[in-house]
């Protein structure tokens, strides 16, 4: 639960802890994120997907829990159901990854999760946003930087990674990006 207090705190500082906000929880797991943003954002309608149907059972027997009515969970392993422009606020924590990824002697990552596929979410995602909407990626292999749709956002928040974080990240060609840290996390659509 509230893993990202720094993170949300800041979306609340940008958008408003009282406004009728819409936020996408994109891989949303077993919940813990969605019922964390409730508490940052109690009148924001909130969406959570995920691709597994077992965490989204869990998220439903949650819900049965609270009776929030402006609250919903899905299973899907993309946003290509969601309406364009539908979302003030997307987030993306801990998705886009592979924990075999930071093992020793990595050098390329197509044998687990392809850049090309982060590419096309990245701009699914921010078919979905709305104009000035802001898109959330933490703890990732990419970098929406090399995107073709990265083009379309600015960075508003970055945080400093970790020493001893093992998350490594990979270019647009799959190969790792020796040394390189990607602190970059909130960013806003420009278009």
């Known amino acids: 639960m509230d893993r990202y207090p720094r993170i949300f705190r800041f979306i609340q500082a940008q958008l408003g ?4 906000i819409r936020i996408l ?3 949303c797991s077993t919940g813990e994120e969605v019922i964390s943003l409730r508490r940052h954002f109690p009148h924001a309608v909130i969406k959570g997907i995920d691709v597994n ?8 027997e949650r819900l049965k829990q609270t ?4 609250m919903a969970f899905a299973a899907a392993d993309s946003t290509s159901n969601e309406p364009d422009g539908a979302y003030d606020v997307i987030f993306c924590m801990a998705l886009f990854r592979h924990g075999d990824l930071s093992g020793p002697g990595v050098t390329c990552c197509d044998h687990r999760i392809e850049f090309a596929a982060f590419a096309r979410a990245i701009a699914d995602l921010s078919r979905c946003l709305k104009p000035r909407g802001l898109l959330v990626i933490r703890n990732s292999n990419f970098r929406l930087c090399d995107t ?8 508003i928040l970055s945080l400093p990674v ?8 990979f270019g647009p060609d799959n190969r790792l990006l020796a040394g390189v840290r990607y602190p970059d996390t909130v960013f806003r659509r420009i278009q």
């Open 25 to 27: 929880s994109f891989g």
């Open 53 to 60: 149907p077992a965490n989204i059972a869990r998220c439903l």
């Open 162 to 169: 970790a020493e001893d974080d093992t998350l490594r990240v």
């Open 148 to 155: 073709p749709a990265g083009a379309e956002f600015e960075t």
């Open 67 to 70: 009776a929030d009515p402006l």
């Open 17 to 20: 802890a009282d406004t009728a």
